[in-house]
């Protein structure tokens, strides 16, 4: 399974046959300006873990030229059905087996309004099992104690944690949050895009390495391998 980060919160997992696009936000992130065009998008399918518009920007025109399902909460679901596209609806504690693996709809402590102001269910986050590997998505959210909930469900390889602070957790809960899911590989994401959430790399990783573990930070463009 490779994953690629697009900015933000925005990632590209390619398995074996599939592609999936999540949390589409790249024609508003100047920082993804010349490193990521939504016209190479081609995805199977679009997860968003929430409604906020750092999430969705781009979602109908990446949908509409890649014909990919929009996997999401039932309200999110709803709301992309109603505009006339493919929809998988989900909710929390449900998982799903899809054409290239299953996922599983997570808690997140977070809010979700659409950028009109119009409810858009209550955020969450995605478990990912593909290709044999298993990967923690965990969207837009605090440390919660229901993240020691995540390990049981399966051992995972790699944990995508918001390090950002001020929205979501800061880079000492990812610390915390990764001792709860039992998983030391952490990507970091939702970080300097803009002001509120700007974060110091080194002393971020340096934090990660003093527990034994170890923070991914990729340029936008560039992938791992799970
Ligand atoms: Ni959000
Ligand atoms: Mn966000």
Redesign the pocket.
Known sequence: MKISFLGHATLLVETAAHSILIDPFITGNEKAAGKVNIEDLNPDFILLT?A?Q??ILDVEPIAKQSGATIVSNYEIAMHYQAKGFEVHPMNHGGSWEFPFGKVKYTQAI?TSSFPDGTYGGQPGGFILTADNKRVYIAG?TALTLDMKLIPEWGKLNLAVLPIGDN?TMGVSDAVIASDLIKCNKVLGYHYDTFGYIEIDHQRAKAKFDAAGKKLHLLEIGASLEV
């Open positions: 929430h906020h750092d999430h977070h837009d929205f």
